[in-house]
Antibody
Framework: VQLQESGPGLVKPSQTLSLTCTVS??????????WSWIRQPAGKGLEWIGR???????NYNPSLKSRVTISLDTSKNQFSLRLSSVTAADTAMYYC??????????????????WGQGTLVTVSS | SSELTQDPAVSVALGQTVRITCQGD??????ATWYQQKLGQAPALVIY???NRPSGIPDRFSGSTSGNTASLTITGAQAEDEADYYC???????????FGGGTKLTVL
């Protein structure tokens, strides 16, 4: 499976950031996977934005929940991110990734693999 | 708590062993997953679960957990291991993912 992000590299403050992740070598409808967005401001750490399950159910980072929408387009084998009312603080490298929640007995964990190469989004007028 | 704490920077001499730690209450419930991020690249999975390596990850990488602390150990660090390392887990609700702040590993 390979993932590739696409979308505008420059967004004006107060507008909506929109990115798409195209999945190849696999289907967004298959398996028990989540399709996730993670971002990373320059020189800083990773921040999970949210994820969508193959069924369409979503989980969002509580700190971004009011501004985030993640959706699935099974006809195009893509999933998308919309982040509204952006400010300079939303400037970051945005990654899409496949993730999986494993649970068997007391063994529980979540992994992200594979990742897209990332796309840089700058918020500026 | 819904936080994972990592030391910002760690250094190791070439060929020596280094341990990178990740601390948080959620690690009493969920194993940490570890990622390596080299400069200008996307993160890559290196350890998941109790101590599992994806194919292609050298066996000098290993993982362990004790209480609320997860550790990534590199036994015989190589120059190519110089990178940022991140842990992730789920928060106390189980519905959200959290990442540690990352550890910059320097191989001397």
């Amino acid at each position: 499976v390979q993932l590739q992000e696409s979308g505008p590299g420059l967004v004006k403050p107060s507008q909506t950031l929109s990115l798409t992740c195209t999945v190849s070598g696999g289907s967004v409808r298959s398996g028990s996977f989540y399709w996730s967005w993670i971002r990373q401001p320059a020189g800083k750490g990773l921040e999970w934005i949210g994820r969508i399950y193959t069924s369409g159910s979503t989980n969002y980072n509580p700190s971004l929940k009011s501004r985030v929408t993640i959706s699935l387009d099974t006809s195009k084998n893509q999933f998308s991110l919309r982040l509204s009312s952006v400010t300079a603080a939303d400037t970051a490298m945005y990654y899409c990734a496949s993730s999986y929640d494993y649970a068997w007995g007391s063994d529980r964990y979540t992994w992200f693999d594979p990742w897209g190469q990332g796309t840089l989004v700058t918020v500026s007028s | 708590s819904s936080e994972l704490t990592q030391d910002p920077a760690v250094s190791v001499a070439l060929g020596q062993t280094v341990r990178i730690t990740c601390q948080g209450d959620s690690l009493r419930t969920y194993y940490a997953t570890w990622y390596q991020q080299k400069l200008g690249q996307a993160p890559a999975l290196v350890i998941y679960g109790k101590n599992n390596r994806p194919s292609g990850i050298p066996d000098r990488f290993s993982g362990s957990t004790s209480g609320n602390t997860a550790s990534l150990t590199i036994t015989g660090a190589q120059a190519e291991d110089e990178a940022d390392y991140y842990c992730n887990s789920r928060d106390s609700s189980g519905n959200h993912v959290i990442f540690g702040g990352g550890t910059k590993l320097t191989v001397l």
